[in-house]
């Protein structure tokens, strides 16, 4: 699960508490225990047994519960005691016990459209006593009515508002207060450069800007975009698409990601992706990988920057990569015991050879492969 868990979870005990046939209890993770979860599957028993009333459970950040304290959900869930609802930032199948994942059901949140934060806006401004004009509404218009509200915004200023919150609606919303505030206080509710001669302020598509930067993009560096990511650069490169790569490793940067992680897995994509079709791509993955190490963010950037143009724009053959694949899956799929090295290729003296019984002079030295082997070809 994703965004507004909590907003879910107030829906769903609003909805109990209209019914009166369910009581909802709410935890979190991050302040709560084993003890809290036995004392609400305690009050459940006495509620079922009492007055016949089910109990849902919602666990905020579930998955900071160990998978000890994980396991201590499962009887409840399965005799029907509580009713498990939990909320995770978290990829589910890594973080939660497969036990409890099969008594669940995941359902994953998407982000909000800009539309939909447009939305929540627009309802938003009227609990800040603010009004929507358009740019071309001038101070005459907005001074002809002295009953109409102090603050205006600019529906552009929305726009730019709701394209910059990342589809989160809390960080547009406070965006939003936040904007409002400063208006407040910079200008007094006076004349100014952007206010009217009685005292009305608009709020611009600058003022949104300056008070909301994009510093809250979605990147977790142990978590589910730190991987999205990287798998990203890596296939972009390996499709030869140079906007896409550089798009995705600026991305990465921008969010706080470890150079030296980007730096390894290029070096990767240079072996693996363009491989021998262009043997100097991986003498310059190394180079940057030890550049990176020298000088560091932000001026490592740019030898990030050279090095995943360079590997989009290479020649690729996974040739390498391939036979690599095909000598493991012949080892794993051999029947019996795996063949000895033969004998003259062995790390030993041939008087010792010799004293053992062995013959050099009935081998082949031109066979390099073991017995069984011979004629096999991992590259074709």
């Known amino acids: 699960m994703c965004l507004y868990m909590t907003t879910l979870a107030r829906i769903i005990a609003q909805q109990c508490k209209q019914q009166g046939s369910c009581r909802f ?4 993770a991050t302040c709560s225990g084993v003890s809290d979860i036995k004392q609400v599957v305690t009050q459940a028993h006495n509620e079922q047994r009492m007055f016949k009333r089910k109990t849902i459970l919602f666990i905020d950040e579930i998955h900071r519960f160990s998978k000890l304290q994980q396991d201590s959900f499962l009887p409840h869930i399965e005799n029907g005691t509580i009713t498990l609802i939990g909320a995770t930032t978290e990829t589910p199948s890594v973080q939660l016990n497969k036990a409890l994942l099969s008594r669940c059901r995941v359902v994953h949140l998407e982000k909000l459209t800009i539309e939909n934060i447009e939305i929540i806006l627009k309802r938003a401004l009227s609990t800040l006593d603010v009004q929507i004009i358009a740019d071309a509404v001038n101070s005459t218009e907005l001074n002809a009515d002295a009953n109409m509200p102090l603050i205006y915004i600019e529906s552009e200023a929305i726009q730019a508002l709701a394209g910059l919150c990342d589809g989160d609606a809390r960080i547009a919303l406070n965006g939003l207060e936040m904007a409002v505030k400063s208006c407040k206080v910079q200008n007094n509710l006076r004349s100014d450069s952007t206010s009217s001669a009685s005292g009305h302020v608009t709020i611009t598509t600058e003022h949104i800007k300056m008070g909301l930067h994009r510093t809250h993009i979605l990147y977790d560096r142990a978590g589910d975009e730190h991987y999205n990511m990287i798998s990203a650069l890596q ?30 897995r290029l070096i990767d994509a240079a072996a693996g992706d363009v491989g021998l079709s262009d043997p100097m791509a991986l003498t310059n993955a ?6 990176c190490q020298g000088l560091g963010m932000p001026a490592c950037g740019i030898l990030l920057v050279q090095l995943t143009t360079y590997l989009s724009r290479a020649p690729k053959s996974r040739e390498l990569e391939k036979a690599f694949q095909r000598a493991k899956q012949c080892i794993h799929d051999h029947q019996g015991p795996l063949p000895s090295v033969p004998l003259h290729l062995r790390n030993t003296p041939p008087q010792v050879l010799a004293q053992l019984g062995y013959k050099l002079s009935d081998c082949n030295v031109n066979t390099f492969l073991p017995a069984g082997l011979e004629g096999v070809d991992f590259f074709n």
Do not use: H, T
């Open 235 to 264: 296939k972009s490169i390996r499709g030869s698409d140079q906007n896409a790569a550089l798009y995705w490793l600026v991305r990465m940067l921008e969010s706080g990601e470890d150079p030296m992680y980007i730096a390894r």
């Open 286 to 291: 190394v180079a940057v990988f030890q550049g």
């Open 25 to 28: 209890v709410q935890l979190s």
